[in-house]
């Protein structure tokens, strides 16, 4: 079917996720990457400042001339970027 309800489902499950991680550690120690788009109007870069205190040693990327869709609007970049960083967390896989 077709709609929002998908989506909507997201932010409805908020508050259990909520209560079932409550008690766990804040802090991520795994390897980590963020694509942030330079023009996101819904999640401008500028969210994600502190986001280095709960995940130590992430590797963050802005992308220039980019908006919310990034994945449509620069698919090469991000391609390119993930192929990076996964070549460096499992290289054994190769991509």
């Given at each position: 079917?077709r709609?929002?309800?998908?989506?909507?489902?997201?932010?409805?499950?908020?508050h259990?996720?909520?209560?079932?991680?409550?008690?766990?550690d804040?802090?991520?120690?795994?390897?980590?990457?963020?694509?942030?788009?330079?023009?996101?109007?819904?999640?401008p870069?500028?969210?994600?400042?502190?986001?280095?205190?709960?995940?130590?040693?992430?590797?963050?990327?802005?992308?220039?001339?980019?908006?919310?869709?990034?994945?449509?609007?620069?698919p090469?970049?991000?391609?390119?970027?993930?192929?990076?960083?996964?070549?460096?967390?499992?290289?054994?896989?190769?991509?």
């Amino acid at each position: 079917k077709r709609g929002a309800r998908g989506g909507l489902n997201w932010y409805k499950q908020t508050h259990n996720n909520y209560v079932q991680c409550k008690g766990l550690d804040p802090i991520i120690r795994k390897p980590a990457m963020m694509v942030m788009a330079e023009k996101d109007a819904a999640l401008p870069p500028s969210m994600a400042s502190r986001v280095p205190e709960f995940i130590p040693g992430i590797e963050m990327h802005l992308v220039s001339d980019s908006g919310h869709w990034i994945l449509w609007e620069k698919p090469e970049e991000c391609n390119r970027l993930l192929k990076s960083f996964l070549s460096r967390v499992d290289p054994v896989n190769k991509l």
